[in-house]
Nanobody
Framework: QVQLVESGGGSVQTGGSLRLSCAAS????????MGWFRQAPGKEREFVAA????????IYADSVRGRFTVSRDNSKNTVYLQMNSLKPEDTAVYSC???????????????WGKGTLVTVSA
């Protein structure tokens, strides 16, 4: 049974930082690309960042590039999202996902976590 469990969410002020983690189990982690997606209240889910299965490539949404960094530790079956210079518009539920295809499309993801809430206050 595949499980993806996010942690590290919380409430911060504008300009603050958070580090999200996503621990995976039940799959061969190093064979999956990993992605982070977010969904704000009343909005559709959107792509945030993705990392290649061996960490050799990353992709970022324009809205977070330069502020967020995605990384992974295949020895720990964990992917991370370091979020700096947070803005109120970053407020959302952040979910990690695993898929065979490295890219930005949610439809290419096979497994999803339940998400962790990030709230950024002005």
């Amino acid at each position: 049974q595949v499980q993806l469990v996010e942690s590290g969410g919380g409430s911060v002020q504008t300009g603050g930082s958070l580090r999200l983690s996503c621990a995976a189990s039940g799959l061969t982690f190093s064979t999956y690309a990993m992605g982070w997606f977010r969904q704000a209240p009343g909005k559709e889910r959107e792509f945030v960042a993705a990392i290649h299965r061996i960490g050799s490539g990353t992709i970022y949404a324009d809205s977070v590039r330069g502020r967020f960094t995605v990384s992974r530790d295949n020895s720990k079956n964990t992917v991370y999202l370091q979020m700096n210079s947070l803005k109120p518009e970053d407020t959302a539920v952040y979910s990690c996902a695993a898929g065979r295809i490295f890219g930005t499309r949610a439809n290419n993801m096979d497994y999803w976590g339940k998400g962790t809430l990030v709230t950024v206050s002005a």
